[in-house]
């Protein structure tokens, strides 16, 4: 995008913040990278560089193989998320919700780098989950993940559920996994509602989350789309804004 078509861009969407009320901001992992944690979908996403990698996030295969979820474990082993902080496009959700505008902040992310940065836990809807707690699969017993990672440190290779067996899984959904109904219901619910969407960094071609582009636009709202690459939401976009979100968001607030 030709640099001062960007800032013309970037001055109407803020001028949409600066007149809305209720803001609701959907973001994909996009938000995440300049922290350094790769997307799946991008140039450099984790699918991109490693299709095979795709069958850890896909719950069939992960419940049905021992190897699946020996490699997935010592995969979250060296999770980027351990480390990684927030970084400047997280910061402005929070400025956001420090103004009073932020209605919700719906969140594909299983990071809880949103929270990290500031976010309130009663304004971020994690539709996927998060990766800092274990779920067991049979009993539903949630452990933090550390104390699991823990045993995978001291040899165990697929750690199962200490209090009935059950194969245990970080509480992230995965593909062929249902949503909870009661988290896409309320998504959808702010994004009814709100006066203006952002959404940043997803490809949004996952359903439902990704309705809640057409669902805020059908409720006369303002969309943004803020990310790197063409969206399969596109066409709802009042304003595409190409780039950086760690860059362009800031802008915005
Ligand atoms: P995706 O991988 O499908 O798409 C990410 C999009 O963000 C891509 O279009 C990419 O071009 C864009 N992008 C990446 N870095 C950017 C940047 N710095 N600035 C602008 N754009 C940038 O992501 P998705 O749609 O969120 O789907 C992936 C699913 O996998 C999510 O639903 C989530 O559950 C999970 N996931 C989460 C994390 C995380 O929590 N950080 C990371 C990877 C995957």
Redesign the pocket.
């Known amino acids: 995008m030709h640099k001062d078509d960007l800032q013309r861009k970037v001055a109407q969407a803020r001028a949409w913040v600066d007149g809305a009320s209720r803001v609701v901001v959907l973001?994909?992992?996009?938000?995440?990278?300049?922290?350094g944690?790769?997307?799946?979908?991008?140039?450099q996403?984790?699918?991109t560089r490693n299709p095979a990698a795709e069958k850890q996030?896909n719950i069939n295969e992960y419940m049905a193989s021992a190897e699946v979820r020996r490699q997935s474990w010592q995969g979250r082993l060296e999770h980027t998320?351990w480390t990684a902080k927030p970084n400047a496009?997280h910061r402005a959700i929070v400025t956001l919700e420090q103004r009073g505008l932020l209605h919700g902040l719906v969140?594909?992310?299983?990071?809880e780098?949103h929270q990290i940065a500031g976010n309130s836990a009663d304004k971020v809807v994690e539709?996927?989950?998060t990766?800092r707690q274990v779920v067991c699969m049979a009993c539903g017993t949630k452990t933090p993940m550390q104390e699991v990672l823990e045993r995978v440190r001291k040899g165990e290779a697929d750690p199962v559920c200490l209090g009935c067996g059950g194969i245990q899984k970080s509480d992230?959904?995965s593909f062929g996994q249902a949503l909870v109904p009661e988290v896409i219901e309320r998504a959808l619910q702010l994004a009814s509602e709100c006066d203006l969407l952002i959404a940043?960094?997803?490809?949004?071609?996952?359903y439902p989350?990704a309705g809640a582009v057409p669902v805020a636009a059908e409720n006369g709202a303002e969309i943004v789309i803020?990310?790197?690459?063409?969206?399969a939401m596109d066409e709802f976009a009042d304003l595409l804004l190409t780039?950086?979100?760690?860059e362009?968001l800031p802008q915005l607030v």
């Open positions: 973001s994909g992992a996009g938000i995440s990278t300049d922290s944690i790769p997307d799946f979908r991008g140039p996403g984790v699918w996030s998320a496009g969140t594909q992310n299983i990071d780098l539709v996927h989950g990766v992230t959904i940043v960094g997803s490809t949004l071609q996952v989350v803020i990310n790197a690459e063409p969206t780039g950086s979100i760690s362009i």
